[in-house]
């Protein structure tokens, strides 16, 4: 997708992608950011059943039970993942 400026534009949280899947989750403050913590029952670097760490939340939406992960290197979770998961 892109916006009127032609640059390319996120796809909203509840129509997203789903790269990663955790139950149970909570969030996390991790090295002064907030993240997901929880057990992976998918994802894409460890294929699942594992406790992962995410990047830093951009956006989370608990509602829908969905967040979309940031920006930094050397964790687990990769850049840009949507998660999915129950509490």
Known sequence: MSG?????TETPLASA??????SPWMTVDAYGDMCLFG???QHPNT???SWVLSTPIVELTK????????KWTGVCARAGD??????
């Open 63 to 70: 509602h829908a039970d969905r967040a979309r992960t940031g």
């Open 17 to 22: 992608l789903i790269t990663a899947a955790m």
């Open 4 to 8: 009127p400026d032609g640059k390319p």
């Open 39 to 41: 057990f992976a029952q």
């Open 82 to 87: 949507i998660c999915q998961g129950s509490r």
């Open 47 to 49: 294929n699942g059943l």
